[in-house]
């Protein structure tokens, strides 16, 4: 089985997860595109996992251009679909908003990866939106006092969980 992982990201929080999930599948026939450098065209691949991290509530323009120009061929094949965003709270929100019907229909699995709220590498303006976003989530983890953080993270067991179903589909077809 031909496996395709195409992905968008813009602070190494998406290509981190992607690296994990492309070590957990081992020595199988799999392509990694990150659709920043390069659109790859899905159609000789037999499953193709897609996702892009949120970003101010969309998705990188590049997921979106991949998504747009190959949709009919995506929506065809054995499809996963993953976003990485930094509230979990919000993920069922933006798979709907954020992915095409004909997508989410056709997938066969959605998978929520995590996310961060670094800072490091970004521009000033969207260092200062992230910290103000941090903030919030500090001030939200209070409670009488007591500070309990609870910032974004990657879900490796999430990951972990994808590549074991991946193993389990290809087993199951024999290819």
Avoid at 90 to 110: G, H, N, P, T, V
């Amino acid at each position: 089985m031909r496996i395709l992982i195409a992905y968008a990201g813009k602070n190494n929080t998406t290509a981190t997860c992607v690296a994990r999930l492309r070590e957990q599948l081992g020595n199988r026939d799999v392509t990694v595109a990150d659709l920043t450098e390069h659109i790859i065209d899905p159609s000789a691949f037999d499953l193709v996992v897609f996702g892009s991290s949120v970003y101010f509530g969309k998705l990188r323009p590049q997921a979106r251009e991949f998504m747009r120009q190959y949709e009919t061929v995506l929506s065809q094949k054995k499809l996963v679909l993953f976003l990485c965003c930094g509230l979990e709270s919000e993920y069922s929100y933006y798979m709907e908003k954020l992915f095409s019907r004909a997508l989410r229909d056709a997938a066969i699995q959605k998978c929520f990866f995590g996310g961060s709220l670094k800072t490091e590498g970004l521009a000033f303006f969207d260092r200062m939106i992230l910290r103000s976003m941090r903030s919030s989530l500090f001030e939200a983890d209070m409670d009488n006092g007591e500070y309990t953080a609870t910032l974004p993270t990657i879900l490796p067991e999430n990951i972990d969980k994808l590549a074991s179903q991946i193993a389990t589909w290809i087993t199951s077809t024999g290819k």
